[in-house]
Nanobody, 125 residues
């Protein structure tokens, strides 16, 4: 299994920015989809952004579209989540995950079988 470690979370005021990093313990194969997810207290986990490691295609979900972006490093060992114009409703535990040996990023959350421990993001007014 790929070990994933997130960092970069913290507390920020509304309108601020953060950059989350997800480091993989080994080279993340091109046949993998990496994703960022978040879960707020008493809410379900939701997808934030995904990236297809082979070609770098990205997807961001409606709740963060235009404010968040996902990217990867050339060595395919790190995935980033750039977050701008943060809002209080973005407060959550953010986790990265990998779905390996898949042919698309259009997979269910349950297909992501490698998860990091998460990093907390808190946005205050």
């Amino acid at each position: 299994q790929v070990q994933l470690v997130e960092s970069g979370g913290g507390s920020v005021q509304a309108g601020g920015s953060l950059r989350l990093s997800c480091v993989a313990s080994e080279y993340t194969r091109p046949t993998a989809c990496m994703g960022w997810f978040r879960q707020a207290p008493e809410k379900e986990r939701e997808s934030v952004a995904r990236i297809w490691m082979r070609g770098g295609q990205t997807w961001t979900y409606d709740s963060v579209k235009g404010r968040f972006s996902i990217s990867q490093n050339s060595a395919l060992t790190e995935v980033y989540l750039n977050m701008e114009s943060l809002r209080p409703e973005d407060t959550a535990m953010y986790s990265c995950a990998a779905a390996v040996s898949v042919s698309t990023c259009n997979v269910r959350v349950v297909d992501f079988n490698n998860w990091g421990q998460g990093t907390q993001v808190t946005v205050s007014t």
